[in-house]
């Protein structure tokens, strides 16, 4: 599991990796998205209950299904977003958590984002209060990432094994659902 | 001039930026192409100068595109609507500004 947090040696600069800008711009990775950005995710009662536990199991305020796209991210899928946050359901691409498991093709997880040094700086965290995130990317069957499913927080705190046990197994569930609906688009 | 969001460090989104980033998928030549043909579908001449209204009347009509084209559409109208949001909220005069 790729664990971020400062003393792992894993820390990065969002836009420094060149592998993960190739993943992140991927054209086949955009199109997969395609395939879902005009479903009506927002009100399917399967990734709504699979969102709502996620946030209920790890007791934390917010949890989203996101897709990471080339210059933003978008959440189709959100509880507990207040604000502009939840007015525009989406931000900037450098702004994303999300878009380092995207770029990792792997887990992110951020205990403290005060100390992280690739989120810390970031307006989620100096602006508006984030703490700490979890996100387990959300791959289709062919392989394309789309986004996470994650969890969010406003204090710090840590992720134990079961913690992302669970988020994996709910990240499972939701890959599974949006790639039932890309195929019916 | 465009403004700076200083708090949060967002520049107000711009035609310039757009194509650019969509270059970075597509290539220059298609990006422009594509662009221009985002711009007539939300009925605007070329090389009129796009406030942050008509750039986002522009994402809207690439949001409509099939593919990963679309997407880029929808990845812009977020990151203007973000600007829009923040902006509102700092008490720039709406996010329009020439």
New interface residues.
């Given amino acids: 599991m790729n664990h971020s947090e400062p003393n792992s040696g894993l820390e990065k600069t969002v836009g420094t990796d060149q592998d993960g800008d190739e993943r992140l711009?991927d054209?086949g990775r955009?199109?997969a998205?395609?395939k879902l950005?005009?479903a009506n995710l927002h009100d399917d009662d399967v990734l709504n209950a699979i969102v709502k536990e996620a946030a209920v199991r790890l007791d934390l305020p917010i949890s989203l299904v996101s897709f990471v796209?080339?210059?933003?991210?978008?959440f189709p899928v959100n509880r507990g977003l207040t604000g502009?946050l939840a007015?525009?359901?989406?931000?900037?691409?450098e702004w994303s958590f999300c878009a380092n498991a995207v770029r990792d093709d792997a887990p992110f997880i951020v205990e403290d984002a005060t100390t992280n040094q690739r989120v810390k700086d970031i307006?989620l965290v100096k602006?508006e209060g984030i703490r700490c995130y979890a996100g387990i990317p959300l791959r289709l069957p062919d392989g394309s990432v789309l986004g996470t499913l994650c969890v969010i927080g406003t204090e710090p705190r840590s992720f134990s094994p079961d913690d992302m046990s669970t988020l994996r197994h709910l990240a499972d569930r939701a890959a599974a659902r949006l790639a039932e609906m890309a195929a019916i688009e | 001039m465009s403004q700076m969001i200083r708090?949060?460090?967002?520049s107000a989104p711009s035609e310039t930026a757009a194509v650019e980033?969509?270059a970075?998928?597509l290539g220059e030549d298609e990006a422009r192409a594509v662009w221009r043909r985002a711009r007539r579908q939300s009925g605007i001449e070329d090389g009129a100068p796009l406030g942050l209204l008509e750039l986002l009347d522009v994402a809207e009509a690439l949001?409509r595109f099939?593919?990963?084209k679309?997407?880029?559409g929808?990845?812009?109208r977020?990151?203007i609507?973000?600007y829009q949001?923040?902006a509102s909220?700092n008490g720039i005069r709406n996010g329009n500004e020439s």
């Fill in positions: 711009y054209a955009l199109d998205i395609s950005d005009r796209l080339d210059q933003a991210q978008v502009w007015e525009v359901e989406g931000t900037p691409i307006p602006n | 708090s949060h460090g967002l980033s969509m970075r998928v949001s099939d593919g990963f679309g997407v880029m929808t990845a812009l977020i990151r609507q973000t949001m923040l909220e």
